[in-house]
């Protein structure tokens, strides 16, 4: 049975915070935390895709605690295999089409070692090609017995013939390798684009995989991404890591492709303060002071106290107007409260994808109800998110307390 909402909103927030400080700097005395908030904890630690590395740097020995860890990193480190060998695949097929691709963010992060296997979850595969060859990189996908899923503004989704999600908490072995192509690098932040694709492909790139450019390019990618996480409220600690770990390798001059431009980069802004917030000295403070003056003031001002559990799904009810905050005029947040009010044809399929496609909103009534009663909802009550109540079912379900 689910407990009082306000139970569980608040015990998301303590055992997100408390998890995010253990992470970035382990060693941190055991919590004295109940049999709910250690379940509410393996809730947080699935969705924000630390487990793993919680595994490997956290003493705390919590009996059910441990196994819940210990069985999320193995599940994790086969998943990496069958993704490792499905890349070679895809590198393979890719040469002898002459398709050029780049894969992106996990797959990089791990290229270029800042992760053991095992240690970061993946959700799927991120590949960019050029626009010219999205047709021929979508039949080597269908060669490798992938079909397509979906398509949005952001990229076109492939799911393997065969196999079906798996329910439950957290990451699972025989979880779908979804792959998901890319002709654009782009986020909406909330109305406007921001593009860095020119960033992220390389000039010369050959046939196969290739990595990006350079690791500025990486960052970059990295914080673009997190932007619009933050802007959706739906972050993950995971994300903050990568940032801090590819921070460690980089030199000022690799910072430099973030200014080095008609426009800064203005989005970065709020992925560093939360990421200087809790690793702290990841981020240097020339990088900030660099680019906090093309960063809109508002904005500015409330990244500089935002928490991860504020930007992400650790915060319990739904957002009326997620990212706002992001707007860069008048007219801009206009359209903002205009969408929510009165989304847009693009919108509303993107949402009928989600409902046929997501796991967690499958079985909920409120997510198909009508628009109009959804806003009546929202105005007159706290309306839970779905993907943080499944989470939340899932661990009451499998966490087993130690006796």
């Keep these: 049975m689910l407990p009082p909402l306000k139970t569980v909103k608040e015990g998301l927030r303590r055992t997100t915070e408390t998890l995010a400080a253990e992470l970035a700097h382990p060693g941190h005395a055991m919590p004295t935390w109940n049999e709910l908030e250690w379940r509410l904890a393996s809730a947080a630690g699935a969705a924000h895709g630390i487990s793993p590395l919680l595994y490997r740097c956290s003493p705390w020995q919590n009996l059910a605690w441990r196994r819940f860890l210990e069985t999320q990193y193995e599940h994790v480190a086969q998943r990496h295999q069958r993704i490792a060998d499905l890349l070679k695949r895809i590198d393979a097929e890719a040469r002898s089409a002459g398709v050029a691709m780049v894969a992106l963010k996990g797959s990089a992060l791990h290229a270029i070692g800042l992760y053991a296997p095992g240690e970061r979850p ?20 269908q060669s490798l017995d992938y079909v397509a899923s979906f398509t949005q503004w952001k990229h076109r989704t492939f799911k393997p013939a065969a196999g079906e999600p798996v329910m439950g908490l957290g990451e699972h072995r025989d979880t779908p390798i979804n792959i998901e192509l890319h002709t654009r690098i782009q986020e909406r932040l909330p109305i406007r684009t921001v593009d860095i694709t020119r960033w992220i492909f390389p000039r010369h790139a050959l046939p196969g995989l290739n990595p990006y450019p350079s690791d500025g390019a990486l960052m970059a ?12 409220r739906s972050l993950r600690l995971v994300h903050l890591n990568d940032i801090s770990l590819l921070a460690t390798r980089m030199r000022i001059s690799d910072w430099e492709l973030l200014w080095d431009q008609h426009e800064p980069a203005w989005w970065a802004v709020p992925p560093l303060h939360l990421v200087a917030r809790y690793y702290a000295n990841a981020i240097p403070r020339s990088v900030l002071a660099q680019l906090e003056p093309a960063c809109p003031p508002l904005l500015r001002r409330l990244s500089r106290r935002q928490t991860l559990t504020q930007v992400s799904c650790s915060a319990l009810w739904l957002s009326p107007l997620p990212g706002i905050e992001w707007s860069r005029s008048l007219g801009e947040a ?55 109540l499944y989470v939340v079912r899932a661990a009451l379900d499998e966490f087993v307390s130690a006796t």
Excluded: Y
């Excluded at 050029?130 to 021929?136: S, T, V």
């Excluded at 990618?221 to 959706?232: K, Q, S, V």
């Design 122 to 141: 993946m959700a799927d595969i991120d590949l960019l090609v050029r626009a010219e060859d999205m047709e021929q990189a979508s039949k080597l996908l």
């Design 221 to 232: 990618h990295l914080l673009l991404h997190a932007a619009g996480n933050i802007c959706g």
């Design 334 to 388: 206009g359209r903002c409260v205009l969408n929510r009010l009165r989304p847009t044809a693009e919108a509303r399929q993107e949402r009928a994808d989600m409902l046929r496609t997501q796991v967690w909103l499958k079985g909920q009534d409120w997510v198909r109800q009508k628009h109009a009663r959804r806003l009546l909802t929202w105005l007159t009550r706290p309306v839970p998110r779905m993907d943080t």
